[in-house]
């Protein structure tokens, strides 16, 4: 289950809310999107500050960096624009306003 609230990212993809037909899809994009997001922070993702476990040595809150859940939603929203590996039109890499978010929240080698 994902971290945000599907009805959030119909919100972004302007979507109606009340259409369900698109939302195991939407589901897999926001827990894709919030797993490779942790990946590039180095960080493991929670909702709330409270629940972050004290045992985990890098963890954030979408509470206390709404800049992070931004960049999930960005990501998202690129997976859902973008459902092919490759397009006819345009190849263009992950959006550059994810890097330009979560870099300065990252860990570089949190395993050192």
């Known amino acids: 289950m994902p971290l945000l609230d599907v009805t959030l990212f119909k919100k ?5 809310a ?3 037909s698109e939302d195991e899809l939407l589901t897999l994009y926001l ?8 990946r590039l922070l180095g960080q493991k993702v929670y ?5 972050i476990d004290p045992l985990v040595p890098y963890a954030i809150s979408l509470e206390a960096e709404p ?11 690129h997976f859902y624009m973008h459902r092919e ?3 006819d039109i345009e190849m263009s890499e992950i959006p550059m306003g994810v890097k330009a978010i ?5 860990i570089l080698y949190p395993e050192l």
């Open 102 to 106: 979560v870099g300065p929240l990252s």
């Open 47 to 51: 909702l709330n500050t409270a629940d």
């Open 85 to 87: 590996a490759v397009s």
């Open 12 to 16: 972004q993809l302007r979507l109606e």
């Open 67 to 77: 800049d992070v859940k931004l960049a999930i939603l960005l990501l998202a929203s």
């Open 31 to 38: 827990e894709s999107a919030e797993s490779n997001i942790s």
């Open 18 to 20: 009340d259409d369900s």
